[in-house]
């Protein structure tokens, strides 16, 4: 009798130690799916924040050249006045969405590219050219944008 129990207990032995390896296996092959899916939706996420990112700046630099261009053909004229106003209410816009998007230090230097846009469509300069007030601001404004996108 008890040489009919051994090979019973033992091949009982052998199927629990068998389920117990193929549960630790599969256990182990499940997290791994899992953290790799999540590295991947987490680069995808990245990615696609920096293409908004990186839209938006264009979208930005596109509006702050339109001011530039505006303040050098200043007239004066209703027409000049409503597409200056425009351009403005764009580079606010965008102002706040650069808060939104990015850290803090870039939306500092884009306000105050903004400001001095601004300041230069609407109000006369004392002393300087146009370009004289708008280089450093936006000088600076471009280096922290083209550092930012480098990270």
């Known amino acids: 009798m008890q ?3 051994w090979p019973a207990v033992l091949s009982l032995v052998g199927v629990l130690f068998g389920g117990g390896l193929s549960f630790l296996v599969q ?15 987490t680069a995808e996420r990245a990615e696609a924040r920096r293409v908004e990112q990186l ?9 702050a050249q339109q001011a530039e261009r505006a303040a050098e053909d200043r007239d004066g ?42 300041h230069v469509l609407w109000q006369e300069l004392d002393g300087g050219s146009l ?11 471009l280096a922290a944008a083209r550092d930012e996108l480098s990270r």
């Not at 839209?55 to 509006?63: K, N, S, T």
């Not at 370009?131 to 450093?136: A, F, P, S, V």
């Open 77 to 118: 004229t209703a027409a000049w006045k409503s597409a200056a106003l425009d351009v403005v209410d764009e580079l606010w816009v965008c102002e706040r969405m650069i808060h939104v998007l990015f850290a803090s230090s870039l939306h500092e230097l884009a306000r105050a590219y903004v400001k001095a846009l601004d």
């Open 27 to 41: 256990t182990t092959v499940q997290r791994r799916a899992e953290r790799s899916e999540q590295r991947k939706l």
């Open 3 to 5: 040489t009919q129990v």
């Open 55 to 63: 839209e938006l700046l264009r979208q930005f630099i596109r509006a």
């Open 131 to 141: 370009w004289d007030h708008l280089k450093g601001p936006k000088a600076s404004f």
